[in-house]
């Protein structure tokens, strides 16, 4: 969804995910984009109880209490600017590439509306058509064609965040599929094709990306959250206490603690046969090789994921910090080191106004 937009040179990106809201604030400068703000609200009562978040992938928010959660973070970060851009979750989009036939504007206008009614699971009146044109290549026949992002978003999705935004007193410029933004933050300085795989609480994402362009996408329902509940499942103990288990020891350790990452492999191996699965598809259909994986999302903190993922997949794999294109105070550094990857959304949100 685009809307048409002018004026401040400082804009604010703002995730709003399944359990948290993340938000930066950057402002255009001479040299690179500067981080002015940032902020972070997260909440843990679905821990307990899992029907209690933000969003769902049921395509449900609850836009009351994402109202309260984002005026409490804007007071507390002290953000100035209140121009906005703010993301979709993968699982509220429907995303398809398409080799398409290169054409004037005005006709690949009409030829979304009719390869949209092939691919899109909702009537058309129901959804926003957009779409992306992401690479040329060559067909079978040696004709060049253009690849093509088709993305879609309901309606009625679009206007909860539309009065979200209004009732906090936010003026939402843009709004844009989480993958996008992933892409943008994590990718625009590597021009070999990219797997990022984004575990959040609720949900992972996977996007395959190169130059800051998203390729392709795909989404599980298996996450962080599923990590924390197998933990309190296998080890019978309270959820909370399997949350900090899983932050303070990962999948490293022995003894009892081996315990612990055994029980969390069967999930992880659900989510990297998901992104493999992406992998192997887009592979076949364009040529490409899949050069590295980025992990991305509070998942990536994980102790010892990287190297998990790496070894099964045989594929180079790490986090990376989306703020290396963004200048900051070097008295952030450790916070930096710490929450970048949960932040990379919400700082591909705030690029997009700025390069």
Same mark, same amino acid.
């Given at each position: 969804?685009?809307?048409? *937009? *002018?004026?401040?040179?400082?804009?604010?990106?703002? &995730?709003?995910?399944?359990?948290?809201?993340?938000?930066?604030?950057?402002?255009?400068?001479?040299?690179?984009?500067?981080?002015?703000?940032?902020?972070?609200?997260?909440?843990?009562?679905?821990?307990?109880?899992?029907?209690?978040?933000? =969003?769902?992938?049921?395509?449900?928010?609850?836009?009351?209490?994402?109202?309260? !959660?984002?005026?409490?973070?804007?007071?507390?970060?002290?953000?100035?600017?209140?121009? %906005?851009? @703010?993301?979709?979750? @993968?699982?509220? $989009? *429907?995303?398809?590439?398409?080799?398409?036939?290169?054409?004037?504007?005005? &006709?690949?206008?009409?030829?979304? =509306? *009719?390869?949209?009614?092939?691919?899109?699971?909702?009537?058309?009146?129901?959804?926003?058509?957009?779409?992306?044109?992401?690479?040329?290549?060559?067909?079978?026949?040696?004709?060049?064609?253009?690849?093509?992002?088709?993305?879609?978003?309901?309606?009625?999705?679009?206007?909860?965040?539309?009065?979200?935004?209004?009732?906090?007193?936010?003026?939402?410029?843009?709004?844009?599929?989480?993958? !996008?933004?992933?892409?943008?933050?994590? $990718?625009?300085?590597?021009?070999?094709?990219?797997?990022?795989?984004?575990?959040?609480?609720?949900?992972?994402?996977?996007?395959?990306?190169?130059n800051g362009l998203m390729k392709a996408g795909g989404q599980t329902d298996f996450s962080g959250s599923s990590l924390t509940q197998t933990i309190a499942s296998g080890l019978n103990i309270p959820v909370r206490k399997a949350e900090? !288990?899983?932050?303070?020891?990962? !999948?490293?350790?022995?003894?009892?603690?081996?315990?612990?990452?055994?029980?969390? #492999?069967?999930?992880? &191996?659900?989510?990297?046969?998901?992104?493999?699965?992406?992998?192997?598809?887009?592979?076949?259909?364009?040529?490409?090789?899949?050069?590295?994986?980025?992990?991305?999302?509070?998942? @990536?903190?994980?102790?010892?994921?990287?190297?998990?993922?790496?070894?099964?997949?045989?594929?180079?794999?790490?986090?990376?910090?989306?703020?290396? =294109?963004?200048?900051?105070?070097?008295?952030?550094?450790?916070?930096?080191?710490?929450?970048?990857? @949960?932040?990379?959304? %919400?700082?591909? #949100?705030?690029?997009? =106004?700025?390069?």
């Open positions: 969804m685009k809307f048409n *937009f *002018f004026g401040t040179k400082s804009y604010l990106g703002v &995730d709003i995910g399944t359990t948290s809201i993340k938000l930066v604030e950057l402002k255009k400068s001479k040299s690179a984009p500067e981080l002015l703000n940032y902020g972070l609200l997260e909440t843990y009562s679905h821990l307990e109880r899992l029907n209690d978040a933000i =969003q769902t992938s049921a395509l449900k928010i609850d836009s009351r209490k994402t109202e309260e !959660l984002l005026k409490i973070l804007l007071k507390n970060s002290g953000v100035k600017s209140r121009d %906005a851009v @703010a993301s979709i979750p @993968a699982f509220a $989009t *429907f995303t398809s590439l398409l080799d398409m036939p290169i054409m004037p504007e005005k &006709d690949m206008r009409q030829a979304m =509306q *009719f390869q949209a009614k092939q691919y899109v699971p909702l009537p058309i009146s129901e959804v926003t058509i957009d779409w992306l044109a992401v690479g040329e290549h060559k067909d079978d026949k040696g004709i060049l064609t253009r690849q093509i992002l088709l993305i879609s978003v309901p309606n009625e999705y679009i206007e909860i965040y539309k009065i979200i935004f209004r009732n906090t007193g936010l003026n939402l410029v843009a709004l844009e599929i989480e993958g !996008l933004s992933d892409a943008r933050a994590l $990718t625009m300085d590597i021009d070999k094709l990219v797997l990022i795989i984004n575990i959040g609480s609720r949900s992972t994402s996977f996007m395959i990306a190169k900090d !288990l899983k932050k303070q020891r990962g !999948l490293r350790g022995a003894g009892g603690e081996y315990e612990l990452s055994t029980l969390m #492999l069967p999930i992880l &191996d659900v989510i990297i046969s998901e992104g493999q699965r992406l992998k192997d598809n887009y592979e076949q259909s364009s040529g490409e090789k899949i050069a590295r994986i980025i992990l991305s999302g509070g998942g @990536a903190n994980l102790i010892g994921i990287a190297a998990y993922i790496q070894n099964q997949t045989a594929i180079p794999t790490a986090a990376k910090n989306p703020f290396s =294109q963004i200048s900051y105070s070097s008295d952030i550094e450790p916070l930096i080191a710490e929450l970048g990857p @949960a932040f990379s959304v %919400a700082v591909g #949100l705030g690029l997009r =106004q700025l390069i």
